[in-house]
């Protein structure tokens, strides 16, 4: 089962399963280019602030690189968070540092990476990643590093201390799982599945 039709830049996929996902929220954002940055930077300013005013917002990268089905490369490029959507001067800094991570790339394409701008999530009573096989041998199990005690969004991806759980869940005994957010989270990865046509996914 393959097919990579569905991935583009983190920012491009994102957009891509927005709009087919019933069991999972997938949050606003305003998405532009390196170069569109650099040649309409108030443009992209003024699209932040009209969607985002009001709240605090994450400024993501989102390169041709990461996220691919080649690769993840998670954590490698820069994330600012908790900048104020209606602060021009700190998002203009937080775009600058993301945009500058870039550096650590050879192939750096302004026109394929991106910036990726999103509301702050509150509130979080859980976080992580969840795998769909096995890493090492590609077996059929979910397996889910959590965080549910932090409160943080990154804890997991950045590798911190923070607590750190894992879940290892056999695919054919989905029947058995007792917790009901676990099983919310299963049933939400499996339309990605089912959507993306892919069972290799983190």
């Known amino acids: 089962m393959k097919d990579d039709s569905s991935f583009g830049t983190k920012a491009e996929t994102l957009l891509y399963f927005r709009e087919k996902l019933t069991k ?5 954002s305003v998405v532009f280019s390196v170069d569109q940055w650099q040649g309409s930077r108030q443009v992209c300013l003024n699209r932040i602030a009209e969607k985002f005013s009001t709240v605090k917002v994450i400024i993501r990268s989102s390169a041709a690189e990461e996220d691919s089905t080649e690769n993840t490369m998670a954590g490698y490029f820069l994330s600012v968070p908790n900048i ?3 602060g021009p001067e700190q998002l203009v800094t937080a775009i600058e540092q993301v945009i ?12 394929r990476c991106q910036v990726l701008v999103q509301p702050m999530v509150a509130d979080v009573s859980m976080s992580g990643v969840i795998f769909t096989r096995e890493l090492n041998t590609g077996s059929p199990y979910y397996v889910v590093n959590y965080d549910d005690e932090s409160g943080k969004t990154d804890s997991i991806t950045s590798g911190n201390s923070a607590p750190n759980k894992t879940l290892i869940i056999y695919r054919n005994a989905l029947d058995r799982l007792k917790s009901s957010r676990i099983r919310r989270l299963i049933e939400a990865v499996q339309e990605i599945e089912e959507c993306s046509r892919l069972d290799t996914l983190d």
Do not use: V
């Open 84 to 86: 104020p959507g209606s």
């Open 100 to 111: 500058t991570s870039y550096a650590r790339i050879d192939s750096f394409d302004p026109f």
């Open 24 to 28: 999972a929220c997938i949050c606003d």
